[in-house]
Protein backbone atom coordinates (compact mmCIF):
# COMPACT_ATOMS: atom_id res chain seq x y z
CA UNK A 1 0.00 0.00 0.00
CA UNK A 2 0.90 3.73 -1.19
CA UNK A 3 0.21 6.53 0.67
CA UNK A 4 0.62 9.77 -1.40
CA UNK A 5 0.94 12.99 0.65
CA UNK A 6 0.18 16.65 -1.18
CA UNK A 7 2.30 19.41 1.18
CA UNK A 8 1.22 22.70 1.38
CA UNK A 9 4.50 25.57 0.27
CA UNK A 10 7.44 26.02 3.00
CA UNK A 11 7.66 29.12 4.83
CA UNK A 12 10.89 28.50 6.23
CA UNK A 13 14.37 27.52 3.96
CA UNK A 14 14.45 23.92 3.45
CA UNK A 15 17.65 22.55 4.23
CA UNK A 16 19.49 20.38 1.49
CA UNK A 17 19.75 17.70 4.07
CA UNK A 18 16.46 17.16 5.17
CA UNK A 19 15.36 13.70 4.92
CA UNK A 20 16.11 13.12 8.67
CA UNK A 21 12.88 15.15 9.32
CA UNK A 22 10.99 12.94 6.81
CA UNK A 23 12.01 10.05 8.78
CA UNK A 24 11.30 11.98 12.08
CA UNK A 25 7.63 12.68 10.61
CA UNK A 26 7.11 8.88 10.12
CA UNK A 27 8.08 7.80 13.25
CA UNK A 28 6.00 10.85 14.52
CA UNK A 29 2.84 10.06 13.18
CA UNK A 30 2.79 5.92 14.02
CA UNK A 31 4.14 7.00 17.25
CA UNK A 32 5.08 4.03 19.70
CA UNK A 33 6.26 1.12 17.14
CA UNK A 34 9.34 -0.90 17.12
CA UNK A 35 9.95 -0.64 12.96
CA UNK A 36 12.93 1.91 13.76
CA UNK A 37 15.39 -1.08 14.50
CA UNK A 38 13.34 -3.99 12.47
CA UNK A 39 14.20 -4.26 9.38
CA UNK A 40 12.58 -2.07 6.81
CA UNK A 41 9.47 -3.37 4.76
CA UNK A 42 8.74 -0.06 3.98
CA UNK A 43 10.26 2.89 2.21
CA UNK A 44 10.09 6.38 2.10
CA UNK A 45 10.49 8.92 -0.69
CA UNK A 46 11.66 12.24 -1.19
CA UNK A 47 10.29 15.58 -1.80
CA UNK A 48 9.04 16.10 -5.23
CA UNK A 49 8.42 19.60 -6.27
CA UNK A 50 11.40 21.67 -5.36
CA UNK A 51 13.68 24.98 -6.84
CA UNK A 52 17.21 25.51 -5.47
CA UNK A 53 17.29 28.73 -4.55
CA UNK A 54 20.73 29.91 -3.19
CA UNK A 55 21.80 27.37 -0.26
CA UNK A 56 18.16 25.93 0.09
CA UNK A 57 15.71 24.42 -1.34
CA UNK A 58 11.53 26.01 -2.11
CA UNK A 59 8.71 24.43 -2.57
CA UNK A 60 6.58 27.22 -3.81
CA UNK A 61 3.85 25.37 -5.32
CA UNK A 62 3.75 22.81 -2.10
CA UNK A 63 5.51 19.33 -1.96
CA UNK A 64 4.35 15.78 -3.33
CA UNK A 65 5.54 13.12 -1.04
CA UNK A 66 5.00 8.70 -0.65
CA UNK A 67 5.20 6.03 1.72
CA UNK A 68 4.67 2.54 1.02
CA UNK A 69 4.40 -0.07 3.02
CA UNK A 70 4.34 -3.90 2.79
CA UNK A 71 1.80 -4.41 5.82
CA UNK A 72 -1.21 -2.54 5.14
CA UNK A 73 -1.69 -2.45 9.63
CA UNK A 74 0.30 0.48 9.64
CA UNK A 75 -1.37 2.72 7.06
CA UNK A 76 -4.57 3.32 9.38
CA UNK A 77 -2.39 4.44 12.39
CA UNK A 78 -0.20 6.57 10.11
CA UNK A 79 -2.73 8.34 8.08
CA UNK A 80 -4.44 9.21 11.71
CA UNK A 81 -1.05 10.19 12.85
CA UNK A 82 -0.77 12.97 10.10
CA UNK A 83 -4.48 13.94 10.29
CA UNK A 84 -3.67 14.84 14.29
CA UNK A 85 -0.57 16.70 13.96
CA UNK A 86 -0.63 17.39 10.71
CA UNK A 87 2.82 19.65 10.60
CA UNK A 88 5.75 18.70 8.76
CA UNK A 89 9.09 21.50 8.96
CA UNK A 90 10.06 24.62 7.68
CA UNK A 91 6.39 25.04 7.49
CA UNK A 92 5.42 22.67 5.38
CA UNK A 93 2.31 20.28 6.32
CA UNK A 94 -0.32 17.96 5.14
CA UNK A 95 -3.10 18.66 3.27
CA UNK A 96 -3.89 15.96 1.95
CA UNK A 97 -3.44 11.86 1.98
CA UNK A 98 -4.45 9.43 -0.86
CA UNK A 99 -4.35 5.89 -0.64
CA UNK A 100 -2.72 3.61 -3.59
CA UNK A 101 -2.62 -0.28 -4.22
CA UNK A 102 -0.06 -1.98 -5.92
CA UNK A 103 -0.24 -1.65 -9.83
CA UNK A 104 0.36 -4.89 -12.02
CA UNK A 105 4.20 -4.83 -12.95
CA UNK A 106 4.12 -8.47 -14.88
CA UNK A 107 7.27 -10.19 -14.22
CA UNK A 108 9.78 -7.24 -15.91
CA UNK A 109 9.34 -3.92 -15.30
CA UNK A 110 11.81 -1.15 -15.57
CA UNK A 111 11.54 1.28 -12.09
CA UNK A 112 12.18 4.74 -11.59
CA UNK A 113 13.28 5.64 -8.27
CA UNK A 114 12.25 8.53 -5.67
CA UNK A 115 15.25 8.38 -3.93
CA UNK A 116 18.76 7.15 -4.27
CA UNK A 117 19.23 4.07 -3.88
CA UNK A 118 22.17 2.88 -1.30
CA UNK A 119 23.82 -0.60 -1.44
CA UNK A 120 26.08 -1.27 1.52
CA UNK A 121 28.54 -3.85 1.56
CA UNK A 122 29.90 -6.20 4.23
CA UNK A 123 31.64 -4.79 7.35
CA UNK A 124 35.18 -5.39 6.47
CA UNK A 125 37.08 -7.64 9.43
CA UNK A 126 39.44 -5.00 9.56
CA UNK A 127 36.90 -2.68 11.02
CA UNK A 128 36.91 -0.15 7.82
CA UNK A 129 33.68 1.44 6.65
CA UNK A 130 31.41 -0.77 4.14
CA UNK A 131 31.65 -0.21 0.75
CA UNK A 132 29.30 1.65 -0.65
CA UNK A 133 28.59 0.04 -4.30
CA UNK A 134 27.30 2.61 -6.94
CA UNK A 135 25.44 2.24 -10.53
CA UNK A 136 28.12 1.35 -12.13
CA UNK A 137 29.95 -1.49 -10.17
CA UNK A 138 28.52 -4.83 -10.89
CA UNK A 139 28.42 -6.43 -7.77
CA UNK A 140 25.61 -3.93 -6.60
CA UNK A 141 22.86 -6.24 -8.51
CA UNK A 142 23.90 -9.22 -6.27
CA UNK A 143 23.36 -7.67 -3.20
CA UNK A 144 20.27 -5.35 -4.44
CA UNK A 145 18.60 -8.88 -5.17
CA UNK A 146 19.66 -10.74 -2.02
CA UNK A 147 18.16 -7.76 0.40
CA UNK A 148 14.96 -7.54 -1.44
CA UNK A 149 15.24 -11.99 -0.94
CA UNK A 150 15.96 -11.36 2.63
CA UNK A 151 13.16 -8.90 3.42
CA UNK A 152 10.62 -11.48 1.98
CA UNK A 153 12.47 -14.60 4.34
CA UNK A 154 11.64 -11.51 6.95
CA UNK A 155 7.88 -11.16 5.72
CA UNK A 156 7.50 -14.51 5.83
CA UNK A 157 8.85 -14.95 9.72
CA UNK A 158 6.03 -11.77 10.60
CA UNK A 159 3.06 -13.51 8.82
CA UNK A 160 4.07 -16.93 10.66
CA UNK A 161 3.41 -18.64 7.13
CA UNK A 162 4.85 -18.79 3.60
CA UNK A 163 3.46 -15.42 1.82
CA UNK A 164 6.61 -15.71 -0.49
CA UNK A 165 7.63 -18.94 -1.85
CA UNK A 166 10.53 -20.31 -3.63
CA UNK A 167 9.55 -18.92 -7.44
CA UNK A 168 9.04 -15.68 -5.80
CA UNK A 169 13.26 -15.68 -4.12
CA UNK A 170 13.95 -16.18 -7.84
CA UNK A 171 14.34 -12.74 -8.65
CA UNK A 172 16.73 -10.47 -10.21
CA UNK A 173 17.33 -7.08 -9.43
CA UNK A 174 20.46 -4.52 -11.65
CA UNK A 175 20.35 -1.15 -12.33
CA UNK A 176 19.94 0.08 -15.84
CA UNK A 177 23.22 0.44 -17.40
CA UNK A 178 22.04 1.75 -20.51
CA UNK A 179 20.52 4.94 -19.16
CA UNK A 180 21.96 7.92 -20.12
CA UNK A 181 22.25 9.70 -17.56
CA UNK A 182 23.07 8.29 -14.09
CA UNK A 183 24.23 10.18 -11.34
CA UNK A 184 26.12 9.32 -7.75
CA UNK A 185 24.69 11.27 -4.79
CA UNK A 186 26.58 11.58 -1.80
CA UNK A 187 23.41 11.97 1.20
CA UNK A 188 24.49 13.03 5.10
CA UNK A 189 21.50 11.86 7.13
CA UNK A 190 22.69 12.67 10.92
CA UNK A 191 26.79 13.12 10.23
CA UNK A 192 26.54 9.91 8.43
CA UNK A 193 27.82 10.39 4.56
CA UNK A 194 26.08 7.50 2.39
CA UNK A 195 26.87 7.48 -1.41
CA UNK A 196 24.11 6.23 -3.29
CA UNK A 197 22.88 6.00 -7.31
CA UNK A 198 20.04 7.81 -9.01
CA UNK A 199 19.42 5.15 -12.20
CA UNK A 200 16.66 3.29 -13.00
CA UNK A 201 16.28 -0.23 -11.66
CA UNK A 202 15.06 -3.30 -13.34
CA UNK A 203 13.01 -5.71 -11.57
CA UNK A 204 12.35 -9.30 -13.11
CA UNK A 205 10.50 -12.01 -11.20
CA UNK A 206 6.93 -13.14 -10.20
CA UNK A 207 3.96 -10.51 -10.60
CA UNK A 208 4.19 -10.52 -6.57
CA UNK A 209 7.54 -10.08 -6.11
CA UNK A 210 7.71 -7.11 -8.06
CA UNK A 211 5.14 -5.42 -6.30
CA UNK A 212 7.05 -6.11 -2.90
CA UNK A 213 9.70 -4.91 -4.59
CA UNK A 214 8.02 -1.75 -5.43
CA UNK A 215 6.30 -1.67 -1.78
CA UNK A 216 9.48 -2.18 0.35
CA UNK A 217 12.11 -0.38 -2.45
CA UNK A 218 15.60 -1.66 -2.72
CA UNK A 219 19.02 -1.75 -1.63
CA UNK A 220 19.80 -0.14 1.85
CA UNK A 221 18.53 2.06 4.29
CA UNK A 222 14.75 2.27 2.78
CA UNK A 223 13.32 3.04 6.04
CA UNK A 224 15.96 6.26 5.78
CA UNK A 225 14.82 7.68 2.39
CA UNK A 226 16.72 5.29 -0.09
CA UNK A 227 15.70 3.14 -2.80
CA UNK A 228 12.10 4.09 -3.45
CA UNK A 229 10.80 2.90 -6.54
CA UNK A 230 7.78 4.56 -8.31
CA UNK A 231 6.16 3.94 -11.83
CA UNK A 232 7.70 4.32 -15.10
CA UNK A 233 6.29 4.89 -18.43
CA UNK A 234 8.45 2.74 -20.42
CA UNK A 235 7.82 -0.77 -19.49
CA UNK A 236 11.48 -2.42 -18.91
Known sequence: MRLHFTLSPN???VPFAY???????????????????????????WLDGSRTVANHLEFPRGAKWFVSFFEDEHVEKL???????????CGMRVERIEQQTAPDFGTKYKFKVASPVFVKGKMPADGKPPHHYLYNEPEAD??????????MDAA?????????TEPD???????????????????RIKEINHKASI????????????????????GNGTGSCFGSLKENLENA
Not at 19 to 45: C, E, M, P, T, V
Open 11 to 13: TEP
Open 19 to 45: QHRLIGAFHKWLSDNNLHDAISLYSLA
Open 79 to 89: VGGALKDPEMF
Open 142 to 151: ALMTATLIHK
Open 156 to 164: NREAGKEIF
Open 169 to 187: RQIKIVFDREFSSPKIKLV
Open 199 to 218: CPIIVEGTPKSLQFAWNVGI
